[in-house]
């Protein structure tokens, strides 16, 4: 035996000491709780101490969650204090009840993590670490699609969304054939104020590709199915689909019309003040009808006439 191997013995030796004696008071806590996410959650902890200890009086206790400097829960010098929302689980705990486990009334998400529970009695001391997982169920997912009147034939995107749930899970997608289209989609997770996450996928469906029927499943971080909708594309019959596009041809007809109308008009009157000045310039003139060339003159003379009201540049034309 060298000297390493000695000192690691003396070592052993002297943390069995050290435990033996602590021995005395043990916190025994459960070593993960699960919590729903606004119901309540409980820490199980309970004390243990020696059976020779015949008069065992708990003096202190402190909870605490890693990352928050205040006790969560504390008792000490008799008196009991807790942040909102804390409490011991027995309803009329004191000093002698050696189950010293933690009430969280009205689950958050921020509640999720580490906690220490350290008890102090009058023949020794101890303490330990539990866990809180904090869940919360998807709600039932809703579809909607893009655009908002989607056929067999017309392509588009279909978008499933699913909140309230903790922690972030996963939507999948699949055709009424069960084929998973997944992998076609794009998903996106954030988290809302409340800490809870909000899934959202947007499922591209391709032109001449689509079938009559998509199921958007919601899974939970465990891979566990919490929840489905059906999404069924119209199979809308050509009539109908023609029907639809006249109408909406219509619909832009209308729309387009006024514009027109207005125009037209304007180039009516523009026309009939213009034959009007024509007519009662034509008794000036020899010939009732005119050759083209005569006719040409005779409106290049008008224009020049009138250039000065009309302004227009038609005259450098020809
Ligand atoms: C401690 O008390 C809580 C609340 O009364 C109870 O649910 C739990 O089972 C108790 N733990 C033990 C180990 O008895
Ligand atoms: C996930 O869902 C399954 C089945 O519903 C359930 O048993 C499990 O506890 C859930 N897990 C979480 C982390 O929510």
Redesign the pocket.
């Known amino acids: 035996m060298n000297m390493a191997s000695i000192g690691i013995l003396c070592s052993i030796i002297f943390v069995i000491l050290i435990r033996a004696n602590a021995a005395f008071v043990k916190v025994q806590c459960t070593t993960e709780s699960?919590g729903q996410y606004g119901q309540q959650s409980l820490l199980d902890c309970n004390v243990k101490h020696s059976e020779e200890v015949s008069d065992f009086q708990i003096r202190v206790v402190v909870w605490k969650k890693e990352g928050v400097d205040e006790p969560v829960l504390m008792f000490n010098k008799e008196e009991i204090t807790s942040q909102p929302g804390f409490q011991f689980a027995e309803p009329s705990w004191n000093n002698r009840n050696m189950n010293v486990s933690l009430l969280i009334t009205n689950t958050k998400v921020v509640d999720s993590g580490a906690y220490g529970c350290m008890v102090i009695g009058n023949s020794g001391d101890d303490m330990s670490d539990t866990n809180l997982?904090v869940?919360?169920?998807y709600k039932v997912p809703t579809i909607s699609s893009i655009p908002e009147k989607i056929t067999l034939n017309t392509g588009g995107s279909l978008i499933c969304k699913s909140d309230g749930?903790y922690?972030k899970g996963e939507i999948r997608w699949f055709d009424e054939y069960n084929t998973d289209w997944t992998k076609s989609a794009k998903m996106e997770a954030k988290q809302t104020t409340s800490g809870l996450v909000q899934l959202s996928s947007e499922l591209t469906l391709l032109q001449g590709s689509v079938f009559s029927k998509y199921i958007c499943q919601v899974?939970?971080?465990?891979?566990?199915?919490?929840a489905e909708t059906t999404f069924n594309i119209p199979v809308t019959s050509e009539k109908h689909e023609r029907k639809e596009e006249k109408k909406e041809n219509a619909g832009l007809a209308t729309k387009v019309i006024p514009p027109l109308l207005v125009i037209g008009a304007l180039i009516l009157v523009l026309l009939a003040v213009f034959f009007h000045k024509r007519r009662s310039q034509q008794p000036r003139r020899q010939s009732t009808t005119p050759l083209m060339g005569d006719h040409h003159q005779a409106c290049r003379c008008e224009l020049d006439a009138e250039q000065g009201d009309l302004g227009t540049n038609e005259t450098e034309n020809s």
């Open positions: 699960v997982k869940t919360a169920k749930g922690p899974f939970n971080a465990s891979g566990g199915k919490e």
